[in-house]
């Protein structure tokens, strides 16, 4: 399997591809599915969340699958009130506003509350060609943090901030609860069939590099070496992580996934002797030929067929996203 050959940094015979929310709303069979079902509706069943997984794999030809299914749903099991609004994503109706709130967070049993998405891999395991694998993933304690104590998305993370700030013991605790439920949550993902996984660390480059190092980096090390006793190949993905891009792969992972706003050849330089993964801006695939083409084959320069590399896009794939431009980055990919 040429992705995992690329987690390991051994030679491929041609650069892996696959991309973040290649299953999605840009692709025609999930919207048909969508008109039915909600997202809870679709995460909650195995047979359809295994179904969507596999879609891009038939359509695209990427060389992994990546498991359908939501970032927030141990919101759930947590008792924040996970919830989907159309148009404007997702909300809970109990977001933690102080440290009793952290205190009341339930433990729970990761088998027992979330085995839907387990039994969701069981079903991809089987159903997908042998020779692609499938990843499992969550996100990352910051980046469930943000959502938990925010209520739902932000573009400024205030209230995130302002409770890191004015309730540091609060702050950690809540962390390191995340991080427990991450991580234990990743390697049952493991145990289930996963190849491979990923933490999403998908806002954490709202914050400094001292904030990075003071507030996160312990709680992301903890959730991955969690993560790690699995024994598969761990991927950390961060955006606007540029600032403190080696304090990020320095928490852990075996792959670090980066987005576009540093070149490729300048990150791989900064993070040791991992893989990496990356780094298409998501907008690119809405630009026409040559454009299009012309980023995709700067990654491939950079990268310079050095062991080790993944080809994704930065962050996940756009709505608007033209599936015929996505299958023809996966082409240009591996014919370069």
Not at 109 to 124: F, P
Not at 162 to 189: E, I, N
Request: charged residues 25%; glycine residues 8%.
């Amino acid at each position: 399997m040429r992705f995992l050959e690329a987690c390991r940094r051994e030679r491929t015979d041609v650069t892996p591809v696959w991309f973040m929310r290649q299953a999605g709303r840009y692709m025609p069979q999930y919207r048909k599915l969508r008109e039915r079902h909600s997202i809870l509706d679709l995460c909650h069943s195995p047979e359809l969340a295994a179904e969507v997984t596999l879609q891009p794999v038939e359509r695209l030809g990427v060389d992994a699958a990546i498991v359908f299914a939501d970032i927030l749903l141990p919101f759930e099991p947590l008792r924040l009130g996970l919830g989907f609004q159309a148009g404007e994503g997702p909300h809970l109706d109990r977001p933690i506003r102080d440290a009793a709130d952290v205190e009341r967070l339930p433990s729970f049993d990761i088998d027992a509350e979330l085995g839907y998405v387990l039994d969701a891999i069981r079903l991809a395991r089987r159903a997908l060609p042998v020779d692609v694998p499938l990843i499992g993933f969550a996100g990352a304690p910051f980046t469930l943090a943000s959502y938990a104590i925010e209520g739902g998305a932000s573009r400024t993370f205030t209230k995130t901030k302002r409770f890191m700030y004015q309730t540091p013991d609060a702050w950690h605790l809540l962390l390191s609860k995340l991080a427990d439920v991450v991580g234990t949550f990743l390697a049952a993902q493991a145990r289930a069939g996963a190849h491979a996984l990923q933490l999403f660390d998908s806002w954490v480059g709202c914050l400094s590099p001292d904030d990075y190092r003071t507030y996160v980096q312990p709680h992301s090390r903890k959730a991955l070496s969690l993560a790690g006793k699995s024994q598969v190949p761990l991927i950390h993905f961060g955006t606007g992580t540029a600032t403190f891009l080696e304090d990020f792969a320095a928490a852990g992972g075996d792959v670090i996934s980066i987005d576009w706003r540093m070149p490729l050849d300048a990150a791989w330089s900064r993070i040791g002797n991992r893989a990496i993964q990356g780094n298409l801006e998501p907008a690119a695939l809405l630009a026409p030929e040559p454009e299009r083409s012309r980023q995709v084959s700067d990654i491939l320069a950079r990268a310079g067929r050095r062991p080790g590399h993944i080809f994704n896009l930065g962050h996940g794939v756009l709505p608007e996203t033209d599936v015929a431009a996505v299958r023809a980055v996966v082409d240009l990919v591996h014919g370069g």
